[in-house]
C-alpha cells in the first residue's frame, strides 16, 4: 500500500534552515507529482511546494518563495524540502503529498494520498 513517512521537522530559530524528508513506497515514485503541504495551528491547509514527476519543474506558494527549495530523487523514492530563512510564520505541520498525476497543483483534490506530517517550530 502507499506510505509517505515524513522526517526532519523540529525547532528552529529564526533565520535557521531546517531539511525536510518524504519517503514514499508502495507506487512508482517516479510518475508522480509530489508536494509538500502545510496547517499552522488554527488555520487550514496551505499549499508550500510541487515538483514534476521527473523533478524538470518546481514550483513554490509565494509566501515561501526565494527560501525554500524542493527536490526528488526518485532512485530513492524520496522527496525533500529545504527551508531556509524560516520565520515564526512558518510553524505548521508539513505534509508531502503524493500527485495523481505527472504535474503538481496548488489543489488538494489532485492529490491522493498524504503522509502523517512533521512538525515545524520556528522560535526564539
Not at 509538500?36 to 521527473?54: F, M, N, T
Not at 530563512?85 to 489543489?107: H, N, V
Request: charged share 15%; net charge neutral; proline share 3%.
Amino acid at each position: 500500500q502507499v506510505q509517505l513517512v515524513e522526517s526532519g521537522g523540529g525547532l528552529a530559530q529564526p533565520g535557521g534552515s531546517l531539511r525536510l524528508s518524504c519517503a514514499a513506497s508502495g507506487f512508482t515514485f517516479s510518475s508522480h507529482a509530489m508536494s509538500w503541504a502545510r496547517q499552522a495551528p488554527g488555520k487550514g491547509l496551505e499549499w508550500v511546494s510541487g515538483i514534476y514527476s521527473d523533478g524538470s519543474a518546481t514550483y513554490y506558494a509565494d509566501s515561501v518563495k526565494g527560501r525554500f527549495t524542493i527536490s526528488r530523487d526518485n532512485a530513492k523514492n524520496t522527496v525533500y524540502l529545504q527551508m531556509n530563512s524560516l520565520k515564526p510564520d512558518d510553524t505548521a505541520l508539513y505534509y508531502c503529498a503524493k500527485g495523481i498525476g505527472l504535474e503538481p497543483s496548488d489543489s488538494t483534490k489532485d492529490y491522493d494520498y498524504w503522509g502523517q506530517g512533521t512538525q515545524v517550530t520556528v522560535s526564539s
